[in-house]
């Protein structure tokens, strides 16, 4: 349990899987909750919260509205989280413009709508802004051409922004989970044996929770966190906790066979290294 001191919150993409498990633990936790969503009111499944309201993320203009609505319903905010986005796979030769397109503009776009938005709310008195990537954008996965591309857009973001605001104390954070078992990976988990590949892939044996990575999106936003941001704190390692490190058959340089499929090693489990 949260057990920071608990403030305003706006969360995107608050009807999601990790967006909902995000407002529920922070609700739980004391803190005022409001958010947006493509579906807004209608897709709400958390009680307690102050106020949702609807957004398409692709298009600046709502976005700054919704975040500037939710700041008013709370009569101010301390913190941000970014919960918009995709799990798009498709090997990079089948991946049409128009899906490229999509991808980058509801993970990329997006996050860089919601920050110019929230800057003006957040420079009186600083706070937190917290995105999601993926680890595949860390590591390079087979299939992940579009979405690795889009998410390295919102590291580079994340990144700026850090070092931009930290003298307003906005703090930026970015998480880059593996796995996580929401709607958006629904059907990369749908079989056994799918689930089960996936399980391999992470070093813990199974994938993660939108709970637990709730849990490090609501410390990253607190105040228990008022020393960490992106790349500039000792402990950015906590953010990248998912990683999914292969955890078998593994030759430094030699290809890993997964399924049916042979992904590069780029993991050298002798070392620890990162890069084999
Ligand atoms: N799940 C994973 O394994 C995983 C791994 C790495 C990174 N991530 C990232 O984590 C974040 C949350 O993912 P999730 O698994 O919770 O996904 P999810 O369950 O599919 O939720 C996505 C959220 O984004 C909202 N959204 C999508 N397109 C939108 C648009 N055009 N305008 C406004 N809202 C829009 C959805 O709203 P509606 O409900 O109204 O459609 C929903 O609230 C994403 O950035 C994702 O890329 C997830």
């Known amino acids: 349990m949260f057990t920071g001191t608990p403030g305003k919150i ?9 967006g909902s498990a995000l407002a529920e633990l922070a609700v ?21 919260v102050v106020h949702v309201t609807t957004a398409d993320a692709k298009v600046s203009s709502e976005v700054e509205q919704a975040i500037n609505e939710c700041a008013e319903a709370l009569q101010g905010v301390d913190a941000y989280v970014h919960a918009v986005g995709s799990v798009f796979l498709k090997p990079g030769h089948q991946t049409k413009d128009e899906e490229w397109r999509e991808v980058m503009a509801v993970n990329a776009d997006s996050a860089f709508f919601a920050a110019r938005a929230m800057v003006p709310l957040l420079r009186a008195k600083g706070g937190s802004l ?24 919102v590291e580079g973001l994340v990144l700026s922004m850090a070092a931009t605001y930290a003298s307003l104390n906005i703090r930026c954070n970015a998480i880059a989970p593996g796995l996580v078992e929401t709607r958006a990976t629904r059907s990369l988990l749908a079989s ?15 994938v993660g929770t939108a709970a637990e990575v709730a849990n490090v999106a609501l ?7 008022a020393w960490s941001q992106d790349k500039h704190s000792p402990w950015t390692a906590v953010c990248r906790q998912f990683s999914p490190a292969p955890r078998f058959d593994c030759k430094v340089g030699s290809p ?6 042979c992904t590069p090693c780029i993991y050298n489990p002798a070392t620890s290294a990162g890069e084999g």
Do not use: C
Not at 219 to 225: E, K, T, Y
């Open 192 to 206: 056994d044996m799918a689930r089960k590949v996936s399980e391999k892939m992470h070093p813990l044996g199974r």
């Open 130 to 153: 917290v995105y999601f990537s993926t680890v595949a954008k860390q590591i390079g996965l087979a299939n992940h051409e579009a979405v690795a591309a889009a998410k390295g857009a």
């Open 10 to 18: 706006i969360i995107g993409g608050i009807t999601g899987g990790i």
């Open 256 to 261: 890993v066979i997964r399924s049916k499929t």
């Open 219 to 225: 410390w990253l936003s607190s105040d228990q966190a």
């Open 28 to 48: 739980a936790s004391g803190w005022e909750v409001a958010g947006y969503s493509r579906s807004g009111p209608s897709g709400t499944k958390v009680g307690g």
